[in-house]
């Protein structure tokens, strides 16, 4: 009751400032929490582990492929340019993190793979970073987590339909 007590005064507050703006006021609740939430994860793997989120997203696209991928691949996981990715592995190899060798059937192209300190670091972050989204989501209920886990699956479908990338 005290969640639909709060939803309808955030819900009073704009339908003056947007109006009848429904899209645009969805759009805009969509990147607050977005952006709060990824400046709080920021925030704690610089406070906790001295290290930045994108180095905790390679070390991710990493643990998940762990025979190694291809720098052009992992950039493409990650959606960012070449030149981002290369800094960042250079950096991660600098400490350990992560091994690059070049491919065996073009040498040209590199294969970076987690090292066993990368791993083992990676899951020291994955704990922390599990507690900390969880405590995010704490307050929100179970039912309310799945609805709207449900109609955020809409919205990337109807997103989809129109024909433009799913990134």
């Given at each position: ?11 009073e507050k704009h339908d003056g ?43 991710a696209a990493l643990e998940r ?82 609805e709207l886990y449900d109609l ?16």
């Amino acid at each position: 009751m005290e969640t639909l007590i709060l939803t309808d005064r955030i819900r009073e507050k704009h339908d003056g400032a947007l109006g009848g703006r429904m899209d645009i006021k969805v759009l805009l609740r969509l990147l607050s929490c977005s952006m709060t939430i990824e400046k709080r994860l920021r925030r704690r793997f610089i406070e906790q582990f001295d290290t930045t989120l994108p180095r905790f997203d390679v070390l991710a696209a990493l643990e998940r492929h762990h025979e190694g991928i291809t720098m052009g691949e992992l950039s493409r996981s990650l959606l960012v340019s070449n030149g981002n990715v290369t800094a960042l592995v250079r950096q991660l190899e600098a400490d350990g993190y992560v091994s690059s060798q070049p491919a065996p059937e073009d040498r040209r192209r590199y294969i970076v793979a987690l090292t066993p300190q990368g791993r083992a670091h990676f899951e020291e972050l994955a704990a922390a970073h599990h507690g900390w989204i969880a405590a995010m989501f704490d307050h929100v209920p179970d039912a309310q987590m799945a609805e709207l886990y449900d109609l955020l699956a809409v919205l990337k479908q109807s997103l989809g339909a129109e024909g433009e990338d799913n990134e």
